[in-house]
């Protein structure tokens, strides 16, 4: 079962440049997790939301690891 932090959509549509928290390493453990939960359903609907989760929690780890700009 995913044991990270769930954000919904209104909380991806409201973060800037600089809210991925930072920790790369976070998100990268949570994108893993996705697709492990992933690869165990069989239901393909399911299965695509999770591989989008994942995606997303992919997306915030490259945020993260950008440099920051100084804004």
């Given at each position: ?5 769930w ?36 239901d ?27 804004k």
């Amino acid at each position: 079962m995913l044991t990270g932090v769930w954000w919904s959509r209104e909380d991806f549509a409201q973060m800037g440049p600089d809210d991925a928290g930072g920790d790369a390493e976070r998100w990268r453990r949570l994108e893993a997790e996705a697709l492990t939960v992933a690869a165990g359903m069989t239901d393909p609907e399911p299965r695509r939301i999770m591989h989008a989760i994942a995606a997303a929690y992919r997306r915030l780890a490259d945020r993260a690891e950008l440099p920051k700009t100084g804004k």
